[in-house]
């Protein structure tokens, strides 16, 4: 290879482990935020951020992301590029997951001491609506269309429709037992709904708002109360849905046209939260006992790396 092709060789070996992006994991006990390089699957270093900071959601603009902090009742939002808080706004009493109107204008946020969903004014945090919901309300999740948003109640084990432009709930779900996330098919036809103390995940349709079919894991030598499924993801094409199984330290992959598991991988202690990344070829792993994350290759369905974080770590956001 000539000399002068050595510098540019690294300018495009360096803009291409840019390319792939930075995963930000929150850490509830260290009140900050893990910067892992996805090229490299090393950590580069750590964000401060407010106290016990748990869901992440990049906002509409592309440029920022917002952070729910419970234990300080705020949201911060982050400059992606800059990696600082360039705001602090309220968010109610202990937040933990939320979501965003299509539009970005509206945040809502589970309120879980309150039990109830409080739509917020996503730039200044001011209170518009409480909708009464219940008892220990957790996932949120808008509908494309921006009509309703689901919420899922542990105590109830109900996911409750709302309308939010309305302020009340228009349909009461049950599911399994203990429900806490939920994830949309790309077509917006079903509703996934994972059920931690059930082993299983309810599958809702949104047309007619019921529960069409339910799907249980298995997982040889642990009993089904060891298996806590949480997390969930699916695929751009619908085809597969990923779900970390909490303390079985599994993530199954599941066939969505079959609704059967294809595989589960080991990964660490407390699979909690899952996230996908933009090419759809590598799924990022949080693990809230082993305080690491854990990157699995789906072709193969294999972990290549555990990567250490912050104590107790609840999400990643990958930011491509």
Known sequence: MKPTLIPLLGLLLAAAAQAQGTAWVSSEKDHALTLIDMATMGV????????R???????????????????SSQADIIDLASRKSVARIPMGDDPEAFDLSPDGKLMYVSAEEEGELLVLDAASGKQLKAV????????????????????????ASLVHVVDPAAGKVVKNIAV?????????????SQLWVTNELGASVSIVSTRDLSVVATLKFEVKGLRASDITPVGIVMSKDGRRAF????????????????????????????????????????????????????????ASAKA????????????ALLAE
């Open 132 to 155: 009464k919901v219940g008892e220990e309300p957790e996932g949120v999740l808008t509908a494309p269309d921006g009509k309703h948003v689901y919420v899922t109640s542990e105590v």
């Open 243 to 298: 779900v970390a199984l909490g303390q079985a330290n599994r993530v199954a992959f599941v066939d969505v046209a079959s609704r059967q598991v294809t595989d589960t991988v080991l990964v660490g202690k407390r699979a909690w939260n899952v996230s996908l990344d933009k090419a759809g070829q590598k799924l990022w792993v949080v693990n809230g006992l082993s305080d690491d994350v854990t990157v699995v290759d789906i």
């Open 53 to 71: 900071p748990r869901h992440l959601r990049v906002l509409p603009d592309g440029k920022r992301m917002m952070v729910a902090c419970g234990d």
């Open 304 to 315: 290549l790396k555990s990567i250490p974080v912050g104590r107790v770590p609840y999400a």
């Open 176 to 188: 399994g037992k203990r429900p806490r996330r939920m994830v949309l098919t790309p077509d917006g």
């Open 44 to 51: 580069t270093g750590t964000v401060p951020t407010c106290k």
